[in-house]
């Protein structure tokens, strides 16, 4: 009989690394190794947020994706995560993903999961999202009892984008980067330019919190967001 | 000069006390009085994940809600909780509110800040939401890189969860409570009771989780959700 390794789905927060369970600390305090994603080959948030509660001889597996991949080529990249995570999970060696935060939100853990679901247990501990994290920084409600609430990536149409926040009562914009022009125009258009903050990098060093008319450059860094409330 | 406390914003997470962040045991550790709602007199679920974080000196403020209060009876609720955290506050003390899951996302700490801001210094620690949680729960991803993703309370109209749930790509609706036959009705109609997982009780000992054609019974108790996610 093999007994295999856990998949560990773990949410570290959103940035600031006090920001972190006590849950996905004792996670991480254990774990023979560790997974995570490495944009264009940069430093991973999740590694640097993580690396204070990780034992010192954890393994680690670095997936690399390319900044704005194609569906193909993420799809090969996180297949070939998957392997390498399984061969781990085969020697019976839990292996921890180490996520921005909340694994199960946006993030790229939905598509490890996907490839090992079944075949491995698995155990995910969930984590403060930067949507949250952007409301407190802004001191702004997201949602009412009562309301309606939406997340959109900003990579959706005007069309798209528009219809939905008619629907919605408060919602936030995720993934700004280069679409910023786009929404700002459809928010113009529903007049609630009045209600919307934008907020960057947020419990980072460089955190910053606007009304989004103030916000005077078009250069949105990936990490950013707008916020639509009551006010 | 007189030096106000701040009002301080604490998410404890969805129930596991283990899903509390370290910034927020950092905060309870030292919080000189904290305040909490308490829903028909019954025991605070905050207040016990709080717990085995506070000083035993601790003033403790409790806010007494009825469970399906009018607006007017909230209304004055919230005043009072207000007022008597306001008293702590203009003595110097820090009040931390203790608030289930986030502190923003759909809980009653919105209706303090809205009545306290502007006056006193305001820090919010952000928390873990139900809403993760109970994906974490079902090892189900709440919504892809490209997706748009609603939060939508039962309390609705039939025809207003309908118009949403078809703009949605994955949602959660919260506060069944009586509501499970409308909800499952519109479910039905739109061809999503095979996307659709019940979660009730979530990260507690008494959790359950199923899909939601396997629910056989109506009466579903305030802290249960569904989630309609792509499978």
């Known amino acids: 009989m093999v007994i295999t390794g856990r998949l560990i789905g773990v ?10 369970t006590m849950k ?19 430093p991973s948030m999740a590694r640097y947020i993580a690396a204070q509660y990780l034992g010192g001889s ?17 799809d090969a990249a996180y297949g070939e995560g998957a392997s390498r995570i399984s061969a781990d999970l085969e020697q019976g060696r839990d292996v921890a993903v180490l996520c921005e935060g909340d ?6 853990f939905g598509h490890l999961l996907d490839r090992l679901r079944g075949q491995y247990p698995v155990e995910i501990v969930p984590g403060v999202s930067s949507v949250m994290a952007a409301a407190a920084a802004a001191e702004q409600p997201l949602a009412y009892a009562a309301e309606a609430f939406s ?18 009562d ?3 914009i995720m993934k700004l980067g280069r679409h910023l022009e786009k929404v700002r125009s459809v928010l113009e258009k529903q007049g609630l ?8 990098r947020v419990t980072g060093p460089e955190q910053k919190v606007m009304p989004l008319s103030e916000l005077d ?9 707008i916020l639509v409330t009551r006010q």
């Open 11 to 20: 949410g570290v927060g959103p940035g600031d690394p006090d920001l972190i």
């Open 24 to 42: 996905a600390i004792k996670v991480l305090r254990n774990a023979p190794a560790v997974a995570y994603i490495s944009a264009n080959g940069r």
């Open 58 to 74: 954890a393994k680690e597996i670095k997936i690399t994706l390319p900044m704005h991949p194609s569906s193909e080529i993420a």
């Open 103 to 108: 694994p199960l939100f946006y993030g790229s």
């Open 151 to 168: 997340v959109l990536p900003a990579t959706m149409s005007e069309e798209g984008l528009s219809t939905r926040l008619k629907a919605s």
């Open 170 to 172: 408060a919602a936030v």
């Open 193 to 200: 330019m009045e209600r919307a903050i934008y907020v960057e």
């Open 217 to 225: 450059h078009a250069d949105t860094p990936y990490f950013s967001l």
